[in-house]
């Protein structure tokens, strides 16, 4: 009888041995430094092709019992090809229609690196800032699902889900939160990158949990009942998605009404409470000269709060005019530029000598007394920055106040303590620009943190001309595709491991990608957001919890709100 074994020809061991190593593990650590990184060379079964920056690995410590081991949890930054041989470049081989000799050649002669930056170490007390790095030919292998969970948490009334990180579409990356809403947040990427997007997404899981109440200054009308996607479809704002907690206010009545949606209110504000400091904001977007802003001041002390209306009213105001000439160090010619200036608030009807309303204390009533989420729509006036900036202004200035005075009030009873309030603001460059940061009260607030229990979420494409003090207070960044080399600067400053990140941000897809760093994740991390669909709005409404306590989070101490 024939014992012997069946015949296995080289080529097949190998190939089946390359398999076993590909499934295995990516590679080795050949080299790095804390600083700069982890260079792993690839496997010989390992695809260059196959791996991409913002891709998730997990390289095991070396230990001799392996339930001790440190599993460090990083990304990839980077991939490059090297030779052992640096001829080989200058004279490659004829290797066309010879798959044999590629073989030989890779993997022993050419091979693919990749540059892996460590984020977290863990080990069996938990997840750890990464402190060290591990040694020479510590194995590397893709992150599994169970890796990113471990690092993420799962999805809860504390932890929202964004999306999934890349090649990982069966696991979540979960926000905290908390710690998302304690501190000013920065929604950044160039245009058509879907930041309104991202921005309806954060804002959905904050009401959908109840973390905080939202005043939205909706320029464009992207956020209260509907919103029109890239692909020019129709989706809901989060006005369908909450009806009961969110309320529509506006400017425009009648862009509203022709919209089909019904506001709560059409805010009116009155020439009478407009003060220099509002006008101070708007220095740039309407050419105001520091002499005009030094006249504004003047008018305001002597004409009192009528300043505005007596400037523009041409039957009374000559002689008033003609007072403060001879009387002041201000000279005619800079009252009748500033007079022509502020001619174009008579274009706006949203401005009038004496509201019915007051609208200021209906919207703080809205937010701390009824604890809704408030989304003021612009309607035609969000064409008009000056209207945008100056309403901004006007709100947040005086909701801020308010809310200075009840945090006061309550510090010696919590249950006083005013709900944590997000502010979101579009065009964020132009209210904190570094030369009007210090001033206005955008930028007060976000040097604040969270001491009055009023953070931003700003929103823009220019990060880089946001004061660069205010952007080291911006706690969470979540950040779509940047190409301009001074604005990935920006978002990247104060960031660990920035020079890693920053090729991994300049190759984020231009939809549905964003890379999400600081106070909200452990580490930075790519995500595929998921997509805003009949599946979200589902989401959005499933599991409705009957109460949501708000106790800390919107600040009233041991009631509970029904939802």
């Known amino acids: 009888m024939n014992f012997s074994a069946p015949k296995l020809s080289l080529d097949d061991y190998l190939a089946d041995r390359s398999m076993t190593l590909a499934e295995q593990r990516l590679g080795v650590v050949v080299g790095g430094s804390l600083s700069k990184g982890l260079l792993v060379k690839l496997d010989r079964g390992q695809s260059v092709e196959s791996l991409a920056v913002g891709r998730y690995v ?22 490059a090809l090297n030779s052992t041989n640096p001829a080989i470049q200058n004279n490659p081989p004829e290797i066309e229609g010879n798959p044999f000799l590629r073989d030989v050649y890779i993997g022993t002669t050419v091979y693919g690196t990749v540059n892996v930056a460590p984020t977290l170490s863990i080990d069996k007390e938990g997840n750890k800032p990464v402190k060290t790095i591990p040694g020479h030919f510590a194995a590397v292998y893709n992150a599994t699902a169970e890796d990113v969970n ?12 964004m999306g999934s990180p890349l090649e990982l579409s069966d696991t979540h990356i979960n926000l905290d939160l908390k710690r998302l809403t304690e501190r000013s947040v920065g929604v950044f990427g160039k245009s058509g990158t879907g930041k309104s997007f991202l921005t309806r997404l954060l804002l959905a899981g904050v009401i959908r949990w109840g973390k905080a109440v939202n005043l939205v200054f909706d320029m464009h009308n992207d956020y209260g009942w509907a919103a029109t996607s890239e692909g020019g479809t129709h989706v809901k704002a989060l006005k369908q998605l909450f009806p009961h907690q969110v309320s529509i206010i506006t400017l425009d009545g009648e862009s509203s009404r ?5 506001p709560e209110m059409e805010v009116k504000l009155s020439y009478n409470d407009i003060d220099p400091e509002d006008i101070a904001n708007l220095r740039a977007t309407m050419n105001l000269s520091d002499a005009m802003i030094d006249a504004a001041y003047t008018l305001r002390r002597r004409w009192g709060k009528g300043w505005i209306h007596m400037l523009l009213d041409d039957q009374n105001n000559q002689l008033q005019i003609e007072e403060i000439v001879e009387n002041t160090n201000i000279g005619a010619g800079t009252l009748a530029a500033l007079q022509r200036r502020l001619q174009r608030f008579e274009r706006w009807d949203f401005l009038t000598a004496q509201p019915a309303d007051d609208s200021v204390k209906r919207i703080i009533d809205l937010l701390i007394t009824q604890r809704k989420h408030v989304v003021l729509e612009f309607g035609r006036f969000g064409n008009e920055l000056e209207a945008y900036m100056l309403v901004a202004n006007y709100l947040t200035r005086r909701i801020r ?3 200075v005075d009840m945090v006061e009030k309550a510090l010696g009873d919590q249950a006083m303590m ?16 570094p030369a009007v940061a210090s001033q206005t009260i955008f930028g007060v607030i976000a040097r604040e943190l969270r001491k009055y229990n009023v953070t931003l979420l700003v929103v823009d494409q220019r990060p880089s001309g946001i004061d660069e003090e205010v952007m080291s207070q911006i ?24 020079q890693g990140l920053r090729e991994v941000l300049a190759r984020l897809d231009t939809k549905q990608q964003a890379i999400i760093m600081g106070h909200a994740v452990p580490m930075p991390v790519v995500v595929k ?23 800390g989070a919107l600040g009233s101490g041991n009631r509970e709100r029904r939802l």
């Open 150 to 161: 471990r690092v993420f948490g799962a999805e809860d009334e504390g932890h929202f889900n």
């Open 401 to 403: 106040d308010q809310y």
């Open 58 to 79: 997990v390289v095991r410590g070396q230990s001799e019992k392996a339930e001790e081991a440190v599993r460090y949890f990083c990304m990839v930054t980077d991939v």
């Open 529 to 551: 957001t998921r997509s805003y669909d009949e599946t979200f709005y589902a989401d959005m409404q499933a599991n409705r919890p009957g109460t949501t306590a708000v106790r």
């Open 258 to 262: 022709r919209r089909g949606v019904q």
């Open 418 to 433: 005013p709900p944590q309030l997000v502010i979101t603001i579009e065009e964020a460059h132009k209210f904190l620009d």
């Open 475 to 498: 706690g969470t960044r979540i950040t779509a595709l940047l190409d301009n080399e001074k604005d990935i600067n920006a978002v990247l400053n104060g960031v660990n491991g920035a």
